[in-house]
């Protein structure tokens, strides 16, 4: 197959696309739709000619079926934004041809270094093509590298007629980063009878489990004094949250737990003497796990509460995404065919795996399109430390196309 990954990668990553979660707007930043725009004039020429942007930052583009058969129609889905947690503006891709092992130190800040013995994933790239950023910025690969592969498999379904497959969608969103990246998608106008983001880590691996996920917020109403006659009378709600998030404890934190352990994570505090608020966000791999930590939320809250009698807290959970596998187990089908085209990419033994995390496919299946989520080669996510080889996108887009195959033949 002849690839068009990388240099579409190089390109998309050098426009800033983060989104901002204290935007109520969709797209939360107008930047996003730059990249947007760009895919739309790469789709139409490459021939899809119903490629388009909506007003909210989708792009929506169909690949015609080539094949009498009756086939689902599937969706191939990325998101074009980049996480807020680390500056997006600026990026300056570096590619680190026939990598050979050795640490790779980022020239714009030295002090950023990617070694093998952090990164274990890099044992199995000597002798490919590593991309990094230039120490100052992340890289962007989650998940450009997953819409520079989408857009690769396309050119090649595109330009390769004997490669008979039904009807494709491609889908790109915005602000899947901020938990909102299919807020707005149109499910009629997408049509797709099931779907696959592509927006994982290692090469060769299919996720088809998530966390589930909660957000909580509690406000403290406290007692306001002046200062200097405050006696008796003071309750400061800054002191009672930081009391509150103190007493969080240690194992159920995002950096003391693993595999499928879940946590209780406060990720912003405000306020002032009369009143502040804590967000958290809440993750298990179960409902009732949820359920759990939710509780233990609720307790620590009333016994920091109670040496404080004329102060009061409220705790409000809030849901925000589900394990895909409560749908995708009755679609067996559907990681199936996902697991034969990785196969037939190359990779003998397909990884199945639970993600620590969540991705637009989470709600998708909720929303009536189940979506596991196939790997793009992304690593070191959100961070100045972030990769991913060429030849792993190349692999994502072959997936792709043995994925369009392979539901072909089923049909």
Not at 213 to 239: C, Q, R, W
Not at 241 to 250: G, H
Not at 302 to 323: L, T
Request: charged fraction near 25%; hydrophobic fraction near 35%.
């Amino acid at each position: 197959m002849l690839h068009t990954a990388k240099e579409r990668f190089l390109k998309y990553v050098t426009i800033d696309t983060q989104s901002d979660p204290n935007s109520p707007t969709c797209p939360s930043t107008e930047k996003q739709k730059n990249l947007s725009r760009i895919l739309v004039e790469e789709l139409l020429a490459m021939g899809i000619s119903d490629a388009h942007l909506d007003d909210h930052g989708y792009v929506y583009a169909t690949i015609p079926a080539n094949t009498d058969k009756k086939v689902p129609v599937i969706c191939f889905c990325s998101h074009v934004d980049t996480s807020p947690d680390c500056s997006g503006e600026g990026v300056k891709p570096i590619v680190h041809a026939n990598y050979r092992g050795q640490d790779l130190v980022l020239p714009d800040d030295s002090s950023v270094i990617i070694r093998m013995n952090e990164h274990p994933d890099l044992k199995d790239q000597i002798g490919n093509d590593i991309i990094t950023a230039s120490g100052t910025t992340l890289l962007g690969a989650d998940n450009k590298a997953g819409v520079a592969a989408i857009m690769d498999a396309a050119h090649i379904l595109i330009n390769n007629k004997q490669l008979k497959h039904g009807k494709i969608r491609i889908l790109f969103t915005p602000d899947e980063e901020i938990g909102r990246g299919v807020d707005k998608v149109d499910m009629k106008k997408l049509g797709a009878k099931f779907g696959y983001t592509i927006d994982g880590e290692t090469a060769g691996s299919i996720e088809n489990e998530t966390f589930s996920a909660d957000g909580a917020v509690i406000t403290i109403y406290g007692v306001a004094s002046h200062p200097g006659f405050a006696k008796g009378k003071m309750e400061n709600a800054l002191k009672i949250a930081s009391r509150i998030v103190a007493k969080f404890p240690d194992k159920l934190s995002p950096e003391h737990t693993e595999a499928k352990e879940g946590f209780i994570h406060p990720v912003h505090i405000e306020g002032n003497i009369e009143k502040a608020t804590i967000k958290l966000i809440i993750r298990d791999f179960s409902e009732a796990g949820l359920k759990r930590h939710a509780k233990t939320i609720q307790r620590i809250v009333d016994a920091a509460m109670k040496p404080f009698p004329n102060s009061r807290a409220e705790v409000k959970i809030s849901e925000q995404y589900r394990n895909m596998n409560k749908v995708l187990r009755r679609y067996p089908q559907v990681v199936e065919n996902a697991v034969e085209a990785l196969k037939r990419a190359g990779f003998a033994q397909p990884k199945l795996q639970s993600i620590r995390g969540g991705t637009d496919g989470s709600r998708l299946s909720f929303m009536g399109l189940p979506c596991p989520n196939i790997f793009a080669g992304e690593h070191a996510f959100h961070s100045k430390q972030e990769w991913v080889s060429v030849q792993d996108m190349n692999k994502a887009a072959e997936t792709i196309v043995h994925l369009a195959q392979v539901w072909e033949e089923k049909g």
